[in-house]
């Protein structure tokens, strides 16, 4: 899908291609939903299907996997394919892994993951389609109004995704996980398809098999070697992982840098270029590992040192969740009227703040004093992620939209990763310390919480000090620059 030009700056979305939009964000929120909602099902499923906790954790680390593996590819894909077509594929594709997950007999655990995988596979292409008509579709002036809707799809659905399962969990079985989204994503899919129009035209161009093949290898074997990070029972060390795949990932760019000089790049390298892109791209992801971070940590905190069920642990998280969604379309317009910088430096220092209020919780804290926290850190992930999408992708020339999204949605896995990986090894460690020091079991996790929590709040200042050194808005010369600057047909 080759994204047409901008219209002028002081233009508006029309009616018809909000609608187009508003199909894709419905749809995005469907399936990115499913990467967090089988959180809370894990100690079922454990029971159900008779397997260990690292068997289980399969069904979130295969999705994770699989997004790392195919979102690098879709910049290619979709210059290739019509908006349409993009859709279709990745919504029947969802749809199949969630019949095949609904279907799994109790016998059959692997196909339960199978699945999750076929899921995630068409989740991956969803965000990358979404933000690439997005930029192409809507004017400069009414991004940030547009941006700040789309926030609901992007970063609510991961946030409320432990709160929905807690819920069908606690009135009906794992099953319904699925039973229920299907009828809702078919639904999407039939109606989206009568609505939506394509946007631009493809270009035709083969892939290079060795970029997929690298690509798969190096972002696999990284982000698996990540989750193994802090795990009891590692089949393989995570350094031997997490190194190998570093390599590959090298090898990965070196062969992108030399297919940019024929212009045919699997995943274009060139959006590194322009530095207002790669600043926002470190922004977020940094920004992205506290807040998966906390996604492990807290519903950890809830139900294993306090006590709380599945179902008052993802109640407990559900009005921060809701908080960054109503606020989205708000910062959005406050985007478009003032710029980026009052809202993302105080975003940023909110970030920190609540990571810091996190780490000074213990055992007696009231929960309205952790609902409050985590209030206040999805409020200013919300003051942040939706200006720097619009800077961030503002910033690159339309012809590399689909690229700046692949190369976004890939680093945001590897991100969630990291963020997570460093919050069990940190818990774990501090843990075990204070056991052995003679503190009780859920003493110790507090206090191995609160530890985690002041690594991911240390590591926050870096969003800070990037917030302050970013631009307002994405420079005006990307918006204008030719798009034979940057070819997009292959040769």
């Known amino acids: 899908m080759n994204p047409t030009s901008p219209t002028a700056a002081d233009a508006r979305t029309s009616p018809a291609d909000m609608a187009v939009l508003r199909w894709l964000v419905a749809a995005t929120f469907v399936v990115i939903l499913n990467e967090t909602i ?28 699989t997004m790392a593996v195919v979102i690098p590819v879709t910049g290619w ?45 068409g989740t991956a292409v969803m965000m990358p389609l979404l933000m690439t008509t997005l ?15 789309v926030t609901l799809a992007m970063s609510v659905a991961p946030a409320l995704g432990p709160a929905v399962s807690g819920v069908i969990l606690d009135l009906l079985s794992w099953r319904w996980i699925f039973l229920l989204v299907l009828p809702l994503a078919m639904t999407i899919a039939g109606a989206g398809l009568r609505s939506l129009r394509n946007v631009g035209e493809p270009v035709a161009g083969s892939i290079d098999v060795p970029s997929v093949v690298a690509s798969a290898i190096g972002f696999g074997s990284l982000v698996y070697g990540l989750s193994l990070i802090g795990a009891e029972d590692q089949p393989v060390a995570p350094a031997v992982l997490i190194g190998g795949g570093l390599a590959v990932v090298a090898l990965f760019v070196v062969r992108q840098l030399l297919l940019q000089r024929v212009d045919r790049p699997l995943l274009d390298l060139r959006t590194l270029t322009h530095r207002t892109y790669t600043l926002s791209l470190v922004l977020m992801s ?23 069920s599945t179902l008052q642990t993802g109640l407990l998280m559900m009005p921060g969740g809701l908080a960054m969604g109503l606020l989205g379309p708000q910062v959005g317009k406050a985007f478009d009227r003032v710029g980026g910088r009052p809202l993302v430096i105080p975003g940023a220092v909110g970030i920190t703040l609540g990571l810091v209020l996190f780490a000074r919780i213990g055992l007696e804290t009231p929960y309205p004093v952790v609902l409050a926290i985590h209030v206040l850190l999805m409020v200013s992930l919300a003051a942040v992620f939706t200006p720097m999408f619009t800077i961030g992708l503002g910033a690159v020339p339309p012809a590399l939209y689909s690229h700046a999204s692949s190369l976004l949605g890939a680093l945001q896995q590897i991100a969630g990763a990291i963020g997570t990986a460093i919050a069990i090894t940190v818990l774990s460690s501090r843990q075990v310390d204070l056991v052995e020091a003679g503190q009780s079991l859920e003493s110790a996790f507090v206090g191995g ?21 970013l631009p307002g808005r994405a420079p005006a010369r990307a918006h204008h620059e030719e798009d034979d600057t940057v070819p997009v047909a292959s040769h």
């Open 38 to 65: 089988m959180i809370n099902a894990i100690p079922d499923l454990m029971e159900h299907f008779a397997v260990t906790t690292r068997d289980a954790q399969w069904l979130t680390t295969a999705f994770m996997l």
């Open 77 to 121: 894909f979709l210059q290739r394919v019509t908006t349409r077509q993009a859709f279709a594929v990745a919504m029947t594709v969802f749809c199949v892994g969630t019949v095949i997950a609904a279907a799994t007999p109790a016998s059959a655990f692997w196909l339960l993951v199978v699945g999750r995988i076929v899921q995630a596979a």
């Open 135 to 149: 930029m192409s579709l809507v004017p400069e002036s009414d991004r940030g109004r547009v941006m700040g809707n």
């Open 286 to 308: 940094v920004a992205f590992m506290g807040f998966l971070g906390s996604m492990i940590l807290l519903p950890l905190y809830l139900q294993d040192a306090r006590g709380l």
């Open 449 to 469: 919480m609160q530890k985690a929590f002041w690594v991911s709040a240390a590591v926050s200042l870096v969003v800070v000090v990037l917030a302050l050194v």
